[in-house]
């Protein structure tokens, strides 16, 4: 039986730290609350001092002494394997842009539901990304801005099912939604993302996305 994902949460806000607290422990068998911090250099110290790692960390963005986005580059480099959701109120570009670059896997806004934000955490603690569909469609139109510039990636090594993988990734498909697409299995999927990140340089599946910004890539990339 597959332990339950640790969660760790990083809020100011003493009401909203307690509610979310109180909505992981609903979630039991899920989910097990792992522990809480009040702003960046606390989750960095707390972090830091446990032997056993949370596997998904719930981040809020504006905090005193360190905000989310400094916390997020510091606990990737503490932890690269750690799975980081942004919970936020802002809904701008400017800082889904940002905390992508940092390498969250998630994005969620603070009015969502209990479960959306469960449904979040399920993804990302399974290795997907989740973005609030207000967030995806923000991330899809800087996608469309972009232009076509591969000097990056040598294009002749990424082969056209690859590509139409990376595809789906940027328009947000889970494992299941991208086999289902293109009639796969899901463990082809995942040899296919395994691929992406060997030949393209990222890290992780939402380095992908990171990648697509970074690199200006458009969600269809291929000639």
């Not at 422990?25 to 911090?37: D, R």
């Not at 896997?105 to 969502?112: A, E, F, I, N, Q």
């Not at 294009?155 to 139409?164: A, D, F």
């Amino acid at each position: 039986m597959k332990k339950p994902a640790h969660i760790f949460i990083v809020d100011d806000h003493q009401l909203v730290r307690e509610g979310l607290i109180s909505i992981v422990k609903s979630f039991q068998g899920s989910f097990e609350f792992f522990g809480a911090a009040g702003n960046g250099v606390e989750a960095l110290n707390v972090i830091r001092a446990m032997e056993t790692k949370p596997d998904v960390v719930l981040m809020d963005i504006n905090m005193p002494h360190m905000n989310g986005m400094d916390c997020t580059r510091e606990l990737k480099k503490l932890s690269p394997e750690l799975r980081i959701i942004a919970l936020t109120m802002h809904n701008q570009s400017l800082h889904i842009k940002q905390m992508l670059k940092e390498g969250v896997h998630g994005y969620v806004l603070k009015d969502c539901d209990k479960e959306e934000l469960k449904e979040a955490i399920l993804e990302v603690a399974g290795g997907n990304t989740y973005f609030s569909r207000g967030v995806s469609n923000k991330v899809m139109m800087e996608f469309s801005q972009l232009k076509r510039e591969l000097n990056n990636i040598d294009i002749s090594s990424v082969s056209p099912r690859e590509k139409e993988v990376l595809n789906l990734i940027l328009k947000d498909k889970s494992n299941k939604e991208i086999a289902d697409l293109l009639h796969i299995s899901v463990r082809t999927v995942e040899t296919h993302k395994q691929n992406l990140i060997s030949k393209t340089g990222a890290k992780s599946i939402a380095g992908l996305v990171v990648f697509a910004l970074k690199n200006n890539l458009v969600e269809d990339f291929s000639s």
